[in-house]
């Protein structure tokens, strides 16, 4: 990382359960990177999977356990939909581009600039 950066700080800006954010120095200019959790895909597959399985046990076993009509599984492939959307980073720099695009020149709106071919999947 510190042959990429002229300065990375070691605290983040902001953590969360996906990831954080960090301040840096790129080329003389001040960024903030965004750094997801490693191997954060492979935990939700296993996780998501254990759930589904849980899930399909329970439709076999009683169907209505908890009193309601809800269709478990499909509100659990819902969660994974969302999940995996979360964490694709790639997705998150499309819709800011799309904001850039949209926003442009407006000066009460800032809109970091980004750059897609220093993002990485590993």
Known sequence: MYQIFLNFDRDPIVDASHGQVDHAKLRGQEIVVKVQRPALKELFDIDLKN?????EYKKKV???SD????DWIAISDECATVLYQEIDYSKGLR?????TCFFGMTPAIYIQCF???????S
């Open 51 to 55: 759930l589904r399985v849980i899930e």
């Open 95 to 99: 819709v800011e581009f799309s904001a």
């Open 62 to 64: 009683n169907r209505n």
């Open 67 to 70: 009193g309601t009509k809800r």
């Open 115 to 121: 750059k897609e071919a220093s993002s990485s999947s």
